[in-house]
């Protein structure tokens, strides 16, 4: 305890340098914590919204189907398997390439046929029940979607595609709602179609090329054309995105950690070096030389406590008001293609803190017993005589 | 003098090594000491002073021969024992004060005790009568560098004496301080070593001081050249 309030005093003591330090080193504590807290945030946000609107609890695939693979999508189907057909339990979706017309343009897309009645993706598929014009498929589409190809609820398009024995066919299809989703996988170039409707387009009844799980299967039915896909599969491409942001962050955290750390020991190891005659009075009145070690390495600790102290100051409404508010996302971002929505909301946990402080207060113990470690070898007298080791 | 002394001297030696061979700062030493001793050590200026000082204080290590202070061999303790005779038997006053600049004259002088781990209670007593004794209770929130060299020198006397020490090592505690400054702290040392029976050691060339002492060793190049007894 005794040391605990002589390394105080001589912290305070120290006066604007110890200030600066310190600052220095909030600063560390506050990046760290916020850009570690945006990615934690970025990926729950993805995930969140990727397994509501895409992902459910883990799909089936059809063995041939690759959804980086158009010319595969024409062959990747089959009937639904009798051990996934629960209607409470699984979406059953059919891709099928297509061409639609819209504004005499030509563009290729993807249809994807979903029950209207389903509740396990949160897409709005209940729309595609709306009457559409006598002649028309009623479609959904999503609102990027919508803004690229510059249609809107209410237009029509006409649309080819092949059916299951190689025939082209044709039909106008009635766009019945523009759902809005922050997922691109479910918006850009397609088309939401029931089910049933595309089953008979393309001549395939009860066919699907991949099936949603409402949660994760306990026991996986075996099927020979169809592959389990777990969230951890599908979701790891989403993770290496995230990791790889937070792993060329990391370069930032050590060029601060080394900027505050540096600081930290120089201001160590001059004191040191200036305060021979006051450690070796400290000597003489009774302290170990491994006590005076113990003093320097926590007055150097001090400045992460006290840090920590103000970057919670000053970083604590901060935090709070992003965990709890998030902060708009420039429109240009949706580029990237990350379902990130127009709010980021960066997840701040007691882990985060813990482990940000943890690490700083290691570096620091470290970087401030190196200059004082060689006290311990030092004789009393030398000390008072300002020799140095 | 009689009885066991305090502190004891055989044999003492004590070298540097040197380019070419060893340099004997203090060379064949014997001495002892007896409790309330006034005694001084004197000599010009590299005669080895401070060096037996610094070894009877556990600041440095002897290179041969053997010191005991209350019949413990100096030699033969750890780095933690030498701290806590440090703490608990020994006292120093030093030529500059050495007094922690950034605490007041009451945190300093309560610092030993703090060491000692004494009550807050304890602690406050025994720091204000030692301030009291040392003539200082006006300056108890004053820190060293608003008081003069005299009144360091005193606060640093009181920092020694609080916590009662059988043996307080002086090392030229007068050099930096005027005539009047200098007798009215020897007499606060004189006043201590009568009333609480503190064996005072002081080394020294300034006369003012050994016109106080009762004894007096005369070194020269680390030799004992004069050891009498003065004043009685």
């Given at each position: 305890?005794?040391?605990?309030?002589?390394?105080?005093?001589?912290?305070?003591?120290?006066?604007?340098?110890?200030?600066?330090?310190?600052?220095?080193?909030?600063?560390?504590?506050?990046?760290?914590?916020?850009?570690?807290?945006?990615?934690?945030?970025?990926?729950?946000?993805?995930?969140?919204?990727?397994?509501?609107?895409?992902?459910?609890?883990?799909?089936?695939?059809?063995?041939?189907?690759?959804?980086?693979?158009?010319?595969?999508?024409?062959?990747?189907?089959?009937?639904?398997?009798?051990?996934?057909?629960?209607?409470?339990?699984?979406?059953?979706?059919?891709?099928?390439?297509?061409?639609?017309?819209?504004?005499?343009?030509?563009?290729?897309?993807?249809?994807?046929?979903?029950?209207?009645?389903?509740?396990?993706?949160?897409?709005?598929?209940?729309?595609?029940?709306?009457?559409?014009?006598?002649?028309?498929?009623?479609?959904?589409?999503?609102?990027?979607?919508?803004?690229?190809?510059?249609?809107?609820?209410?237009?029509?398009?006409?649309?080819?595609?092949?059916?299951?024995?190689?025939?082209?066919?044709?039909?106008?299809?009635?766009?019945?709602?523009?759902?809005?989703?922050?997922?691109?996988?479910?918006?850009?170039?397609?088309?939401?179609?029931?089910?049933?409707?595309?089953?008979?387009?393309?001549?395939?009844?009860?066919?699907?090329?991949?099936?949603?799980?409402?949660?994760?299967?306990?026991?996986?039915?075996?099927?020979?054309?169809?592959?389990?896909?777990?969230?951890?599969?599908?979701?790891?491409?989403?993770?290496?995105?995230?990791?790889?942001?937070?792993?060329?962050?990391?370069?930032?955290?050590?060029?601060?950690?080394?900027?505050?750390?540096?600081?930290?020991?120089?201001?160590?190891?001059?004191?040191?070096?200036?305060?021979?005659?006051?450690?070796?009075?400290?000597?003489?009145?009774?302290?170990?030389?491994?006590?005076?070690?113990?003093?320097?390495?926590?007055?150097?600790?001090?400045?992460?406590?006290?840090?920590?102290?103000?970057?919670?100051?000053?970083?604590?409404?901060?935090?709070?008001?992003?965990?709890?508010?998030?902060?708009?996302?420039?429109?240009?971002?949706?580029?990237?293609?990350?379902?990130?929505?127009?709010?980021?909301?960066?997840?701040?946990?007691?882990?985060?803190?813990?482990?940000?402080?943890?690490?700083?207060?290691?570096?620091?113990?470290?970087?401030?017993?190196?200059?004082?470690?060689?006290?311990?070898?030092?004789?009393?007298?030398?000390?008072?005589?300002?020799?140095?080791? | 003098?009689?009885?066991?002394?305090?502190?004891?001297?055989?044999?003492?030696?004590?070298?540097?090594?040197?380019?070419?061979?060893?340099?004997?700062?203090?060379?064949?030493?014997?001495?002892?000491?007896?409790?309330?001793?006034?005694?001084?050590?004197?000599?010009?200026?590299?005669?080895?002073?401070?060096?037996?000082?610094?070894?009877?204080?556990?600041?440095?290590?002897?290179?041969?021969?053997?010191?005991?202070?209350?019949?413990?061999?100096?030699?033969?303790?750890?780095?933690?024992?030498?701290?806590?005779?440090?703490?608990?038997?020994?006292?120093?006053?030093?030529?500059?004060?050495?007094l922690l600049p950034i605490y007041t004259v009451?945190e300093n002088?309560?610092?030993?005790?703090?060491?000692?781990?004494?009550?807050?209670?304890?602690?406050?007593?025994?720091?204000?009568?030692?301030?009291?004794?040392?003539?200082?209770?006006?300056k108890?929130k004053s820190r060293p560098p608003q008081l003069?060299?005299?009144?360091?020198?005193?606060?640093?006397?009181?920092?020694?004496?609080?916590?009662?020490?059988?043996?307080?090592?002086?090392?030229?505690?007068?050099?930096?301080?005027?005539?009047?400054?200098?007798?009215?702290?020897?007499?606060?040392?004189?006043?201590?070593?009568?009333?609480?029976?503190?064996?005072?050691?002081?080394?020294?060339?300034?006369?003012?001081?050994?016109?106080?002492?009762?004894?007096?060793?005369?070194?020269?190049?680390?030799?004992?050249?004069?050891?009498?007894?003065?004043?009685?």
């Open positions: 305890m005794l040391l605990v309030r002589l390394a105080f005093k001589n912290t305070m003591a120290a006066g604007v340098r110890t200030w600066l330090n310190t600052f220095i080193l909030s600063l560390t504590f506050v990046f760290i914590i916020l850009i570690n807290g945006i990615h934690t945030g970025m990926y729950l946000q993805i995930v969140r919204a990727r397994i509501a609107d895409e992902l459910g609890g883990g799909q089936y695939w059809h063995a041939d189907y690759d959804p980086f693979d158009p010319f595969s999508l024409e062959e990747s189907h089959a009937p639904l398997p009798l051990s996934l057909q629960n209607s409470e339990k699984t979406v059953p979706i059919l891709v099928v390439p297509a061409t639609i017309y819209p504004h005499g343009q030509m563009q290729s897309v993807v249809l994807k046929g979903i029950s209207p009645e389903q509740s396990i993706l949160q897409l709005p598929t209940s729309s595609l029940k709306r009457s559409a014009p006598a002649g028309t498929i009623p479609v959904m589409i999503g609102m990027r979607m919508a803004r690229d190809f510059q249609l809107s609820e209410g237009d029509t398009v006409a649309a080819r595609w092949r059916t299951h024995d190689g025939a082209f066919d044709a039909m106008d299809f009635a766009i019945v709602s523009v759902f809005k989703s922050d997922v691109q996988a479910v918006d850009q170039g397609q088309l939401w179609i029931p089910l049933e409707n595309l089953q008979r387009m393309v001549q395939t009844p009860n066919h699907a090329t991949f099936i949603v799980l409402r949660d994760e299967l306990q026991i996986l039915p075996q099927e020979a054309s169809w592959q389990f896909h777990s969230l951890e599969d599908l979701l790891a491409d989403t993770r290496l995105l995230v990791e790889s942001k937070r792993a060329s962050a990391v370069w930032l955290y050590a060029i601060l950690m080394l900027l505050a750390m540096l600081a930290i020991f120089d201001t160590q190891a001059l004191s040191v070096f200036r305060r021979h005659k006051e450690l070796g009075t400290l000597m003489a009145l009774g302290l170990t030389p491994s006590k005076v070690v113990q003093l320097i390495t926590l007055e150097g600790c001090l400045h992460g406590i006290l840090a920590a102290i103000l970057a919670t100051v000053y970083g604590g409404p901060v935090f709070w008001y992003l965990g709890a508010e998030g902060y708009p996302i420039p429109v240009d971002t949706e580029q990237f293609g990350l379902a990130l929505g127009e709010r980021m909301v960066p997840v701040f946990s007691v882990g985060l803190f813990a482990g940000t402080f943890g690490t700083v207060m290691l570096f620091l113990a470290v970087i401030s017993y190196w200059p004082a470690r060689k006290i311990a070898k030092l004789q009393p007298s030398d000390a008072l005589r300002g020799r140095s080791y | 003098m009689s009885g066991e002394p305090i502190i004891s001297i055989h044999h003492l030696n004590k070298k540097f090594p040197m380019a070419g061979g060893n340099f004997y700062a203090l060379s064949q030493i014997n001495l002892s000491f007896q409790t309330a001793e006034f005694a001084g050590l004197v000599g010009p200026s590299g005669s080895g002073k401070t060096t037996l000082l610094n070894l009877i204080g556990t600041l440095d290590r002897a290179s041969e021969g053997e010191i005991k202070i209350l019949g413990k061999e100096l030699g033969q303790l750890s780095t933690k024992e030498a701290a806590e005779m440090r703490m608990k038997v020994l006292g120093f006053i030093f030529q500059t004060h050495n009451y002088v309560e610092l030993p005790l703090l060491l000692l781990k004494w009550q807050a209670s304890d602690r406050h007593k025994a720091v204000m009568k030692t301030l009291d004794w040392v003539g200082l209770t006006d108890v003069s060299g005299g009144q360091c020198q005193r606060a640093a006397i009181a920092r020694v004496m609080v916590k009662g020490p059988g043996i307080v090592l002086a090392d030229e505690p007068t050099a930096n301080l005027d005539a009047e400054n200098s007798h009215s702290v020897l007499q606060t040392m004189k006043r201590l070593n009568q009333e609480l029976k503190t064996t005072f050691l002081f080394s020294t060339h300034d006369e003012k001081v050994i016109r106080y002492l009762d004894r007096k060793i005369t070194l020269e190049d680390g030799k004992i050249i004069e050891d009498e007894i003065q004043n009685k």
